[in-house]
Every structure is written in structure tokens, then in C-alpha cells.
């Protein structure tokens, strides 16, 4: 079940790839309220059902990922870090990158496979991954 | 030196390279680059210059200016290495094109015609922010890494071992007790099984590192390090795979070595019609240091190459 701390608008697509908005909602731990909104679109399969699917990471976690690349490469604090920044942009070579990954997993006690590991390569990607990781676990 | 100017000048004169004759079989050339050695402002936009514009955009979306400069160094170093073996007079630094095979390792995209063969060349590169290397061999896949010396691991080098190393290459690091040694031992070892990933040109997750051992053949407690009177094959480096036991690990040969007094580099090359009960015949190893358009240096049997193990 996906609980997000804050949201003012998520969008993302159901199973069947139809776009969907959640407005505004105030959600409490654990549990997920949402009214949902179709977006406009053509081709609506109405006969079939769909599972939603919310894609994006905790912004917690991000956050989380953030603070340990920043101590792997020893970032100055005027580097700045968005998700989509990529680890080989900010220097890190491929030992980097392996410590990164291991501080994740000591961090949220989880362990990245091999084949995994090589797909990290921002730290968006090393939070979605994590949360997959930690949803499997628990 | 006759100083050569390969190509053709109808536009305007382009800066030229020391001509080069490709590496015979059994032989590697290394080629290295100190960034913090190359200031000048006009010669980086010449590097900038040839480079692709795909290759221009990565460069530039380095996060920093010393990030951006060993970025463009590492491809001006590798487009200028392979133009200077005049494999045939079309190439320039400019004109050669780069693809990834299935595994995501670059190689040369060459462009031949029906009455022109390209040879087999084959290439790696690695960079620290510090040096820039680029190993060059013909019929043989080649993987090179280069680290700093006195490069820091944030995690404690056993646990760190115990996760990715395989469990005879833990037993070795736990053998060391001065723990600076087993730092650089570390290093060494990760250089060397770097090199030999990027060999087999898999990548990362196809030859997980847990799953091969590197060591040292004949006197494994003494590590990597240079015996003192010791023979050839004293020294020889090898790698044991558990994934594949029958695959040839004995066609891989490794060379590691102190460049510049700075880094650890290793050098992972196929060996060819090797067998086990072969004599070991060693390999050429050929160094240049090298500022392209500006100076090169043959270094080897200089200070700046050290072999520690494999020569």
C-alpha cells in the first residue's frame, strides 16, 4: 500500500496506461485517500480494471539517498542534488558508485543484486529501487 | 622528431600528432594524461573541438570544471590515441566514431569500404579526476583501471571485501595487518579485478565480482607486491572464475604498475594460444605521457612506470 507524506498533485498511469491526478489530498499515515479524476483522453476501455500503480519514491527517501552520496563523494554543500542527477556527473567512478550502493544497503537494510546495481545510476533510481526492495522485504 | 601533419589542409591546418606504429600481438601501448599538466585554455577547446557533439554535451553536463576537464581529456586522450596509428589516411581525431557493444563496452565504429579492412584494434580507457589513461592493443581484448594511491575508502575494508570480494581474496586482505597495507592491497586488488570486468566487456553485473579470484600465482601471502629477485613467473597475477571453471581464465594476463608515483594501474589483456603448461611469454609493454598536440613522452623504464607485478 503507498503512503505519500505530501502531495499536492501526483500523477501517474494506471496498469492499462490511462493518465490519472490526485488532487490535493491530505493523507494519513498508512492509509491512502484519494478521489480520483480521469484526465481527459480518448480511447476509455471502460470493461477493463484497473490497478494503480504510484511509481514515484518517498521524498524522504530521496532525501536519505541524497545525504549519502554527498558523504561518499564529499560534496561541498553549494553542490546541488536533484533526483535526476546522475552519480557519474558529480565524479563518481565505478568504486564510488559500489560504495554508494553499499552505504544504501546498510542504510536501509536491504541488498542490491549485482544486475541492480548497474541500473543506479541517479539517485532517483537508487530510491525507487531501494523502496522495491524494502516493499519485498516486508 | 618529423612532426607529421595527417590531415589534409584545405580548410585550415589542424594540430598535428606524433605518428605512432600500431602495437604488434603480445604488445600493449598505455597512454596517460595528467589534467592538473594541461592549463592551457586554447588547447583544451582544441580537444573540445574534436570531440562528437554527443561526447561535447556529456562533457559539458559534468557537475564542476575539474569533473568537465578530465571528461574531455578522457575523450580527446582516446580519439587522438587512436588517430595517431594512421590506420588509414581518412582518420582524424575528429572523424572517428565510437559505438557501445551489446554489453554497453565502446569500440571503434569504423568506416570501411569493400577494399579496405580495418585491423583488429582494440581500446579502454579509465580516469581518475587526477590521470587519464587509454591502453591500446591489436587482436587482443584489452581492460585497463587506474586508481589513486592514496585513494580513501569510506567503509572499512573488510566489510567491504566480504560484500563484493570473493572469499579467498578476504582471507588475503585479512591476512594483512598494517592496515595502510591492506588499504593499498585493496586498491590493487580492485584495480586488478576492474581491469579484468572490463576485459571480458560484460560490464559490472556480467561478471559479478564475487564470482572470480585474483591472485598472486606463486607466493600468494606476498600479494601484489615486486619480489625482490624474483623470476617471471614469481610474480604472474591470475584469475580463477567459479561461474565458468573451464572458461579460459588462463587466456587473461595481468600487468599492474605504479604510474606517475601517484597511481595504481592494471592492465588485463587476452593472451593467445596459451595453454597451461605454456612458458609464460611475457608482454610488451610500451608507455607514453602524453599532452596531445603539444608533447609526448616515452616513459617506459622511467621512474614514472613501475611495474609492481606481472612484467
Known amino acids: 500500500m503507498a503512503s505519500v507524506s505530501s502531495a499536492t498533485c501526483l500523477s501517474f498511469r494506471t496498469s492499462i496506461g490511462l493518465p490519472v491526478r490526485i488532487h490535493n489530498q491530505k493523507i494519513s499515515k498508512g492509509l491512502v485517500v484519494v478521489s480520483l479524476g480521469w484526465t481527459k483522453t480518448r480511447n476509455f476501455p471502460s470493461s477493463r480494471t484497473s490497478r494503480l500503480q504510484i511509481c514515484a519514491a518517498k521524498a524522504e527517501t530521496v532525501e536519505k539517498v541524497s545525504e549519502i552520496v554527498r558523504k561518499q563523494l564529499a560534496l561541498s554543500p553549494e553542490t546541488q542534488l536533484t533526483p535526476q542527477t546522475k552519480f557519474s556527473e558529480l565524479g563518481a567512478d565505478s568504486l564510488d558508485t559500489v560504495e554508494i550502493v553499499m552505504g544504501l544497503e546498510e542504510e536501509f537494510n536491504i541488498n542490491v543484486e549485482e544486475e541492480n546495481s548497474e541500473n543506479i545510476t541517479t539517485i532517483q533510481e537508487a530510491a525507487d529501487l531501494i523502496e522495491k526492495l524494502v516493499e519485498k522485504k516486508n | ?311
Open chain 2, 1 to 311: 622528431m618529423k612532426l607529421h601533419c595527417f590531415q589534409r589542409a584545405f580548410f585550415h591546418s589542424s594540430p598535428s600528432l606524433i605518428p605512432v606504429q600500431l602495437p604488434a600481438p603480445m604488445e600493449t601501448h598505455l597512454w596517460y594524461m595528467k589534467p592538473s599538466e594541461v592549463k592551457s585554455e586554447s588547447l583544451l577547446k582544441e580537444y573540445l573541438d574534436i570531440l562528437s557533439p554527443c561526447e561535447r554535451k556529456n562533457v559539458l553536463q559534468m557537475g564542476g570544471e575539474e569533473l568537465r576537464k578530465s571528461a574531455l581529456l578522457a575523450r580527446a586522450l582516446v580519439r587522438t590515441t587512436i588517430a595517431r596509428y594512421q590506420i588509414n589516411s581518412e582518420i582524424t581525431p575528429r572523424s572517428l566514431k565510437f559505438r557501445k557493444n551489446i554489453h554497453g563496452k565502446p569500440e571503434v565504429e569504423w568506416q570501411y569500404s569493400d577494399d579496405w579492412h580495418p585491423p583488429s584494434l582494440h581500446f579502454n580507457i579509465s580516469h581518475t579526476s587526477s590521470l587519464v589513461a587509454c591502453g591500446v592493443t591489436v587482436n587482443s581484448q584489452i581492460g585497463i583501471d587506474v586508481e589513486e594511491k592514496h585513494r580513501s575508502i569510506k567503509h572499512n575494508v573488510l566489510s567491504f571485501a566480504r560484500r563484493y570480494f570473493s572469499e579467498h581474496e578476504v582471507q588475503f586482505l585479512a591476512a594483512i595487518s598494517d592496515p595502510q597495507v591492506q588499504r593499498m592491497e585493496f586498491i590493487k586488488l580492485w584495480t586488478l579485478k576492474e581491469a579484468y570486468v572490463k576485459a571480458l566487456g560484460k560490464g559490472f553485473s556480467g561478471a559479478p565480482f564475487k564470482t572470480f579470484t585474483i591472485r598472486s600465482k606463486s607466493v600468494p601471502e606476498e600479494g601484489f607486491n615486486k619480489l625482490e629477485g624474483s623470476s617471471l613467473k614469481a610474480s604472474e597475477i591470475v584469475v580463477d572464475s567459479f561461474d565458468n571453471p573451464t572458461v579460459l581464465t588462463s587466456n587473461w594476463q595481468f600487468l599492474l604498475l605504479e604510474l606517475a608515483n601517484s597511481h595504481y594501474a592494471a592492465i588485463c589483456t587476452e593472451k593467445h594460444g596459451a595453454s597451461e603448461g605454456d612458458r609464460n611469454v611475457p608482454v610488451k609493454l610500451t608507455v607514453w605521457k602524453t599532452i596531445p598536440f603539444l608533447e609526448d613522452e616515452c616513459v617506459s623504464g622511467t621512474d614514472a612506470v613501475k611495474t609492481i607485478c606481472g612484467l
